[in-house]
């Protein structure tokens, strides 16, 4: 099953979109999703082992996917298999 974890941020503008494209593909997918607090203990030591500097930041089977909005129609394609 694919696995997304999407890197957010209280402060951030653009989390709730991100969050919103990924509400709206588990309407139709089965996917695993997790969503991380940047500044959370597990957020520091996932900012630290992708060197994430930007939120938000999607990772999907161990990797980034996406920096900043994801792409709803890439995402679709990534979580399809799900």
Known sequence: MVKVILI???FCPFCP???QV???LRK?????YEEIDATSEKGMKLVEKFSIDIVPTTIVDDKIAFIGIPDKNKAREMVEGG
């Open 28 to 32: 139709d997918y089965n996917f695993e």
């Open 22 to 24: 990924w509400k709206e």
């Open 17 to 19: 979109y991100a969050r």
């Open 8 to 10: 957010t941020a209280e």
